[in-house]
């Protein structure tokens, strides 16, 4: 799918709302790591419940995204990223007015729905505003904008959990996904997407290399496992450290501001190393900063979390600026929704199964397992060395 090429300002408009937009759906999912302690302490939940919440909304994200990028073709992107936003707020509000179990994962369903429309489909608008080998530089951006959403969200919830209470400030958080709705909605020009036959010759498209895309989503499921299975029992270690909710929501937020960083340090990396060498570094990296972490006090902890964020953080935006080197323009829309779709699977089902495994051997030793998953990375990194010669 390919949208026409739109003039530097009506690009730079897209490329702004867009990253507006991953930002806002960015930070309402990680600020469910900040309410997750607090459901944990109000209905008695196990690690395997806690585990099974996030494969709620996770699997709900994962079995939305082929079908918005669907949508976005038939019904226009903007409308359905709009109507996924307004969704989003539902769900929360939802959660936070029923305050009942059954509420709150009614709302995770919904709010997962609603968030399934973000990333296929403002990826593609972003990939499709800035042709051949900007949409690299412009893709790093845009997942750049979704890390400052991580930042300040989750520790925006928890200083409205910690005054008002977990349901009053989802209700508050609804509304700020209202607002972003109509911002979206009163802003960002509606661009026809069609699948055209023949691609403009005003757009560099990728040439098509299957079996490097495929080894490149393997790559994405792996790295995505990593990250939800750290991201769901990190606010668990810095209890268990002594932190209270405000601290909890710090730490995170120091998680993804180097998270943020790590955006903007690997692509200055990546092109100076290689795709190749850059995430075989992040990911060794990301083992070594976990196992590390395990045994630190509170304040070396929170002193740590940026670097830990930058490397586990790091690896994503140089695997989603490959993307459109190994896909040709008019199946790329597709692309981005297969691909996004399997990190949401992981997201799902990693959780849940880490949170057995924690059940049975703790939490320390899960994190060590977490870690661990990192390192398969590795051999399909390197095999994928050919693809970058072709």
């Known amino acids: 799918m390919t949208v026409a090429v739109s003039p530097p300002a009506?690009?730079?408009?897209?490329l702004t709302i867009c990253g507006g937009a991953h930002a806002l759906h960015d930070g309402f999912t990680d600020l469910l790591n900040v309410l997750y302690p607090l459901l944990q302490a109000q209905f008695g939940l196990s690690y395997?419940?806690?585990?099974?919440?996030?494969?709620?909304?996770?699997?709900?994200?994962?079995?939305?995204?082929?079908?918005?990028?669907?949508?976005?073709?038939?019904?226009?992107?903007?409308?359905?990223?709009?109507?996924g936003t307004t969704l989003v707020a539902v769900g929360y509000a939802l959660a936070g007015l029923g305050g009942s179990l059954y509420g709150v994962v009614a709302g995770l369903l919904l709010a997962g729905l609603g968030g399934s429309t973000q990333h296929p489909i403002a990826s593609s608008l972003v990939s499709a505003a800035y042709p051949g080998l900007?949409?690299?530089?412009?893709?790093?951006?845009?997942?750049f904008t979704g890390d400052l959403g991580k930042v300040a969200l989750p520790a925006l919830f928890a200083v409205a959990a910690a005054?008002?209470?977990?349901?009053?400030?989802?209700?508050?958080?609804?509304?700020?996904?209202?607002a972003g709705a109509g911002i979206i909605l009163a802003t960002l020009r509606p661009i026809p997407l069609h699948d055209p036959e023949i691609s403009s010759k005003a757009t560099m498209t990728g040439q098509d290399r299957p079996w490097a895309y495929?080894?490149?989503?393997?790559?994405?499921?792996?790295?995505?496992?990593?990250?939800?299975?750290?991201?769901?029992?990190?606010?668990?270690l810095l209890r268990d450290k002594g932190a209270d909710l405000p601290t909890i929501g710090l730490g995170l937020s120091l998680l993804f501001a180097g998270g943020a960083t790590g955006?903007?340090?690997?692509?200055?990396?990546?092109?100076?190393?290689?795709v190749v060498?850059?995430?075989?570094?992040t990911e060794l990296a990301t083992t070594a900063l976990i196992l590390a972490l395990l045994p630190l006090s509170l304040p070396l902890a929170l002193v740590a979390l940026p670097v830990v964020g930058l490397m586990l953080n790091g690896t994503s935006s140089v695997l989603y600026g490959t993307i459109p080197e190994f896909v040709s323009t008019a199946k790329r829309t597709h692309a981005f929704a297969v691909f996004y779709t399997g990190g949401s699977v992981a997201g799902a089902t990693g959780p849940f199964l880490f949170g057995l495994l924690g059940d049975a051997?703790?939490?320390?030793?899960?994190?060590?397992?977490?870690?661990?998953?990192?390192?398969?990375?590795?051999?399909?990194?390197?095999?994928?060395?050919?693809?970058?010669r072709s």
């Open 263 to 274: 955006k903007l340090v690997m692509g200055w990396i990546g092109a100076r190393l290689g």
């Open 277 to 281: 060498p850059s995430v075989i570094l």
């Open 134 to 143: 900007r949409s690299r530089t412009a893709l790093g951006t845009y997942n």
């Open 10 to 14: 009506s690009a730079r408009r897209t």
């Open 361 to 388: 051997i703790g939490l320390t030793m899960v994190l060590a397992v977490v870690a661990s998953v990192a390192l398969a990375t590795v051999p399909m990194v390197w095999a994928l060395r050919p693809a970058f």
């Open 48 to 83: 395997a419940a806690i585990g099974a919440l996030k494969t709620v909304y996770s699997g709900a994200m994962a079995s939305g995204q082929i079908p918005s990028g669907k949508l976005a073709v038939r019904l226009g992107g903007v409308r359905v990223l709009a109507v």
């Open 163 to 178: 005054a008002l209470g977990w349901q009053q400030a989802l209700v508050v958080m609804a509304a700020l996904a209202v």
């Open 214 to 236: 495929r080894l490149l989503f393997a790559i994405h499921v792996a790295d995505a496992l990593v990250r939800s299975g750290f991201l769901i029992f990190l606010p668990f």
